[in-house]
């Protein structure tokens, strides 16, 4: 994810949209300012979720997303966490 997606609250806003959609996996910001996101969930709700991130909270300006395969991690299964190391 990249564009105007730190400092404006974009960790926040996707742990809240993941947990609503009952989404598991983490968000964290990277050192380049983008914001990656680890996401596991049904076609549907990953489907919501990509909705959700693409308007991204209030003076956001979310410009590119790219998508890749993951491995499934199992210690990001059962929740949807913020990583603060950045």
């Known amino acids: 994810m990249s564009g105007l997606v730190q400092g404006v ?9 993941a947990r609503q959609l009952g989404v598991a996996g983490y968000v964290k910001n990277l050192r380049d300012r983008r914001v990656e996101i680890y996401a ?10 990509r909705e959700d991130l693409r308007q991204g909270p209030s003076h956001s300006a979310v410009e ?5 395969d993951a491995d499934l991690l199992q ?3 059962s929740d949807f966490s913020i990583d603060y190391d950045d």
Do not use: S, V
Not at 9 to 17: I, L, Q, S
Not at 40 to 49: C, H, M, N, V, Y
Not at 64 to 68: H, L, P, Y
């Open 64 to 68: 590119k997303i790219a998508e890749t």
């Open 9 to 17: 609250g974009y960790r926040y806003f996707t742990h809240r949209a």
């Open 75 to 77: 210690e990001f299964m």
């Open 40 to 49: 596991i969930g049904t076609d549907e709700q990953l489907l919501a979720l």
